[in-house]
């Protein structure tokens, strides 16, 4: 006689999601931490800093998971995920740091803190493969801060996380990011700039300084501008500085205008009557403004002052994310005694929601101006009205004996409201051969 069996005699006991996820995230490690790695003399740890950043990427998108979605708080990272996942200190040592890792005092830094990554729900990070969750520190004996320590004046200073950086693999650091991959950085691409795309979506409640975007001014030993501006382009629009505004070509005598620049793409749009921005798209190929800025009539986005005399001040070349001819908002020349030069440029939101935007202020002294300087200041920003107190200068210096086109640029988060129009005041104060022009976030 055939006997039927319930099929809950034979389960095991439950299994859960969370043991299954922390078994992996074990094993992990164990793959990490147990086998041996055979590296090239040259190797200088890079392959087994890889995997175990990768892994403790992997271990902070855990935590993630396991909270509501958002990353750990910033003091506690390292404490907090060696407790979860029974991380032993193996884990956060690299066998190219000076020192030997551990929980108490990583050889890795966590990208939180301030106006960054800590708290941050991982679907909210725009550009995960772009943002920078866990990098290589400078350590030193005793324990120290292995996590963004910001100001709350300024809690979004990208020069807070690129001073954690220590570029210990021959000549660059490594990284993981939020999507989990990692990579080595080389030490020639290092600039406070990387780390933009970790800032957090939060909206500030006024503008705020990212600081400079470069460790030193971008130069190449061509005297071609063109050159210096594509080079610096490909630094910052994969940070998201993707739209350069300048003036449009002064050796023309048409109406006055604006010139765009994207990625491969230049667009001029003619001012109507109060230096307002048309309504319509530009031609096929060519550059719109940023999207989020209205368009259209008199009331749209806006720059004063405007006409011939201010047209003039437009000709000098540069590129942005191609070698497409570019120009200047504001340029300056040798003998120009028309400097200080200042323009105000009100922007009208066109957004559904609340949002915020980055922007950079760009400066760069051009070819044959050796030891002389450019130099440009955002006199104030208005939003809604309201002026926030701020000020920040830009400065580019030439360099003696050379032909070299140099060029510095500083970086802003913009609060982006429906209804509320920013009004930016840029000053060209100093050039010889150079300019000035803002780059915005699409």
């Not at 957090?200 to 470069?214: E, F, N, Q, S």
């Not at 208005?382 to 050379?402: A, L, N, P, Q, R």
């Amino acid at each position: 006689m055939r006997r039927d069996l319930n099929a809950r005699q034979f389960r095991g006991p439950r299994v859960g999601l969370l043991e299954i996820a922390i078994t992996c995230l074990a094993l992990m490690f164990a793959a990490v931490l147990l086998f041996p790695i055979v590296a090239s003399a040259d190797d200088n740890g890079v392959t087994t800093c890889l995997q175990r950043q990768r892994a403790l990427a992997a271990a902070l998108v855990m935590w993630a998971q396991d909270h509501d979605g958002k990353l750990p708080p910033a003091a506690t990272w390292n404490t907090g995920l060696s407790k979860a996942y029974h991380l032993d200190g193996k884990a956060f040592d690299c066998p190219a740091s000076p020192l030997a890792g551990s929980e108490a005092n990583p050889d890795f830094f966590y990208v939180g803190g301030g106006h960054f990554l800590a708290g941050v729900a991982v679907k909210d990070v725009a550009n995960p493969a772009l943002a920078p969750l866990v990098g290589d520190r400078k350590v030193v004996e005793g324990a120290s801060a292995s996590f963004i320590n910001a100001d709350a004046d300024n809690p979004a200073d990208l020069a807070k996380p690129f001073a954690l950086v220590d570029a210990r693999h021959g000549d660059g650091a490594v990284f993981a990011y939020v999507d989990g991959h990692a990579a080595l950085v080389p030490a020639a691409q290092l600039h406070p700039a990387i780390f933009a795309p970790s800032l957090t979506p939060a909206i500030p409640a006024r503008p705020l300084k990212l600081g400079t975007l470069l460790v030193k001014p971008v130069r190449t030993s061509d005297s071609n501008l063109g050159a210096t501006k594509d080079l610096l382009s490909a630094l910052l629009i994969p940070c998201g500085f993707t739209v350069a505004m300048g003036e449009y070509d002064g050796k023309y005598r048409g109406p006055r205008g604006l010139n765009f620049y994207r990625a491969g793409k230049r667009g001029a749009y003619w001012l109507g009557k109060a230096g307002n921005l048309p309504a319509g798209a530009p031609g096929v190929g060519q550059a719109e403004p940023p999207r989020w800025w209205k368009r259209g009539d008199e009331t749209a986005t806006r720059i004063s002052p405007y006409g011939a005399d201010f047209q003039e001040r437009g000709g000098a070349a540069f590129a942005w994310g191609s070698d497409e001819r570019a120009y200047y908002l504001i340029a300056g020349r040798m003998g120009d005694s028309t400097l200080p030069a200042t323009t105000v440029l009100t922007i009208v939101p066109d957004v559904p929601r609340p949002t915020v935007k980055k922007m950079a202020l760009l400066v760069d002294t051009g070819p044959y101006a050796r030891t002389h300087k450019t130099q440009a200041t955002i006199d104030y920003i208005e939003i809604g009205g309201k002026d926030y107190d701020f000020t920040d200068t830009v400065t580019s210096s030439g360099i003696d004996d050379s032909n070299d086109a140099c060029a510095m640029a500083h970086g802003y988060l913009l609060p982006v409201h429906p209804g509320q129009e920013i009004t930016i005041q840029l000053t060209l104060q100093k050039a010889i051969f150079g300019g000035c022009s803002l780059i915005f976030e699409d």
